[in-house]
């Protein structure tokens, strides 16, 4: 008889999403974890040696609600940069969280860059990177522990370094770059990237540090959820508590692109899983953005646009519903926290926008009838519908200028 494979947690038919309980981290002046938001997060394609384009792209960032902004910092001289990139935030726009992404061989790079930054990230795969060798057949127990103390050498005094500057570290682990050892030993599997992540995260505790947040990135989207899924799993037994940070890597662009992300982040968050997130398109990362804000929107766990519930037209529509709810949209979208109902008739209008703040219904041919939740408030011509929608949201004082 088979055994059938026992879920992460039990399925809640809760409406509200309880999340996973997480210990707080500081990024900046970020905090993921512990309760908070679920952050945003994106990248700038900038080179980090172009000081003011990189100062330039962060603050396109972070004006448009990109909470935390990484960079990358492939050399020392990237590194230092980091210095007069802060430095030129300050003093023209406003402190933002960010942090510095150091993969190959990364200690010197880290160090230096860990004086500038919020959050370091380090990839577990490359860190310390091993050459594979091509007639390699298996790793000894003795090449397994040498390695792992080359590894604690190298990571040992980055880690003292954020600790006693208040400063967090991501490790982040990918798919793709898992280190040879880990392959051998747990093939190119879940299990492989999460014990990957926990011999840096018992090096880390070993030293007292604890500011960390972990993310296990796939391309592959079966593979991402089953990764965080055991994840959790593994920190629950073993007592911990870090936050997770979410994305499908290289999801690449278009429909597709927000599709296979939404699919894994969405997945997991709906489970209580996953405290900051990142959306990974192969477009401008200021498209990135509002992606994030949908997932998180879409499933009641942040407010930070309207949510517009419309019916998808049928024989009953008595207006072009489309039209309309554009008109609708172009008048409201720089609004915050408000449900809008846009209904093509009187048949399932009420029931199907029970939750709206305001209803804006065809309850008979040429006119508009607008709703206060589930109050009628007046009818309009349908010439008048939108204004008149405006003007009832300014009398309950709900309106913000563009």
Not at 28 to 34: D, E, R, Y
Not at 151 to 165: A, F, G, K
Not at 175 to 183: C, K, Q
Not at 300 to 318: I, K, N, Q
Request: contains cysteine; hydrophobic residues 40%.
């Amino acid at each position: 008889m088979q055994t059938l494979p026992t879920p992460v947690q039990a399925m809640s038919t809760e409406t509200a999403i309880v999340r996973r309980k997480t210990r707080p981290v500081p990024i900046g002046s970020v905090t993921i974890g512990g309760g908070h938001p679920v952050a945003v997060q994106s990248m700038i394609n900038e080179d980090t040696l172009d000081i003011e384009g990189s100062v330039a792209a962060i603050r396109r960032l972070h004006e448009i609600g990109c909470e935390i902004v990484r960079v990358t910092v492939p050399s020392l001289a990237h590194a230092k940069a980091m210095e007069a990139i802060r430095d030129r935030l300050y003093k023209t726009y406003k402190p933002v969280p960010l942090v510095a992404d150091v993969h190959h061989n990364g200690m010197k790079i880290a160090l230096e860059v860990a004086k500038y930054v919020d959050n370091v990230r380090i990839n577990p795969g490359l860190y310390v990177f091993e050459k594979p060798k091509p007639d390699r057949t298996e790793y000894t127990q003795a090449e397994f522990e040498e390695i792992g103390a080359k590894i604690r050498e190298t990571l040992e005094p980055l880690v003292i370094s954020l600790r006693d500057q208040g400063k967090s570290m991501r490790i982040g682990v990918n798919h793709g770059s898992l280190s040879e050892r880990m392959l051998f030993t747990y093939g190119d599997t879940p299990e492989g990237m999460v014990e990957s992540a926990l011999e840096f995260i018992r090096i880390c505790e070993s030293l007292n540090f604890y500011n960390l947040e972990i993310s296990l990135k796939a391309s592959r989207v079966p593979v991402m959820i089953a990764a965080n899924r055991l994840m959790v799993k593994r920190m629950d037994e073993l007592g911990m508590d870090y936050p997770l940070h979410l994305g499908v890597t290289e999801a690449g662009d278009g429909e597709y692109g927000r599709i296979k992300s939404t699919a894994g982040i969405a997945t997991l968050l709906a489970e209580g899983i996953g405290d900051t997130i990142r959306v990974s398109l192969t477009e401008a990362p200021e498209k990135e953005i509002p992606v994030c804000y949908g997932i998180l929107q879409a499933l009641g766990l942040r407010r930070t646009m309207v949510e517009y519930v419309a019916c998808p037209s049928c024989g009953r529509t008595l207006f072009n519903l489309e039209e309309v709810l554009h008109k609708v949209r172009e008048a409201t979208k720089h609004l915050t926290g408000l449900n809008i109902a846009v209904m093509g008739c009187i048949v399932n209008g009420l029931g199907e926008m029970a939750d709206a703040d305001y209803g804006y219904v065809g309850k008979q041919p040429g006119y508009i009838s607008l709703y206060r939740g589930r109050e009628e408030v007046k009818k309009v011509p349908e010439s008048e519908g939108v204004a008149a929608l405006v003007e009832l949201i300014k009398a309950d004082g709900r309106w913000v200028d563009p």
